[in-house]
């Protein structure tokens, strides 16, 4: 089990850019696959981006492909949240989440920040 805490959210102007951090505790951190979600007013939670343990293999969300860019520092417990070009509809909640597998939902959750985009 992995505790997770969010920072970087804050207000930025469409176009502009964030870069969210994700800070972890645990002694296994670099074993742990991580994602970050978000969740807009009246929407479901939706999978933004993920990274593997390795910081190798990512995934993004096609709302967020080209803008977004995920990575982690595994020596730091450090995973990061790059977004620039960003639009009024990536205002959000964004959350860090961990999972220990490759498989299976992510069980550690993060309080979440606020991210708010104007136009």
């Known amino acids: 089990q992995v505790q997770l805490v969010e920072s970087g959210g804050g207000l930025a102007q469409a176009g502009g850019s964030l870069r969210l951090s994700c800070a972890a505790s645990g002694r296994t951190f670099n074993s742990y696959y991580m994602a970050w979600f978000r969740r807009a007013p009246g929407k479901e939670r939706e999978l933004v981006a993920t990274?593997?343990?390795?910081?190798?293999?990512?995934y993004y969300a096609v709302s967020v492909k080209g803008r977004f860019t995920i990575s982690r520092d595994n020596a730091k417990n450090m995973v990061y949240l790059q977004m620039n070009s960003l639009k009024p509809e990536d205002t959000a909640v964004y959350y860090c989440?961990?999972?220990?597998?490759?498989?299976?939902?992510?069980?550690?959750w993060g309080q979440g920040t606020q991210v708010t985009v104007s136009s």
């Open positions: 989440a961990a999972k220990s597998s490759v498989v299976g939902e992510y069980r550690d």
């Open positions: 990274i593997n343990w390795g910081g190798v293999s990512t």
